[in-house]
């Protein structure tokens, strides 16, 4: 059985830094394209972040550009998110997505993300 855990959100204040822990068990995504999504209270889900199988690319939301780093250790089948400089509106759940098949959907895309997390809260305080 493949699972993805989140785990690292919590509360933080404005400005403040948070680093988020993608752990995959039951397959390896070393091959595979690896993403952070968020939804917020009344939206939709969106991108924040997307690396590829090797870390050679990665893609950000222009919202979290600079401010953000995702990494891999595929040693570990771990993902992560580094958050800095915080922001209020960066509050929402965290989700760990994995892609395995081959898709015309785009990797920013979630509908191309086979394997989700169960989420984690991330609040941002003024």
């Known amino acids: 059985q493949v699972q993805l855990v989140e785990s690292g959100g919590g509360l933080v204040q404005d400005g403040g830094s948070l680093r988020l822990s993608c752990s995959a068990s039951?397959?390896?995504?070393?091959?595979?394209?690896m993403g952070w999504f968020r939804q917020a209270p009344g939206k939709e889900r969106e991108i924040v972040s997307y690396?590829?199988?090797?870390?050679?690319?990665?893609y950000y939301a222009d919202s979290v550009k600079g401010r953000f780093a995702i990494s891999r250790d595929n040693a570990k089948n771990t993902l992560y998110l580094q958050m800095n400089s915080l922001k209020p509106e960066d509050t929402a759940v965290y989700y760990c997505?994995?892609?395995?098949?081959?898709?015309?959907?785009?990797?920013?895309?979630?509908?191309?993300?086979?394997?989700w997390g169960q989420g984690t809260q991330v609040t941002v305080s003024s």
């Open positions: 690396i590829t199988g090797n870390g050679g690319s990665t």
């Open positions: 997505a994995g892609r395995i098949l081959i898709t015309s959907w785009l990797l920013t895309d979630q509908r191309g993300y086979t394997y």
């Open positions: 039951g397959r390896t995504f070393s091959s595979n394209a």
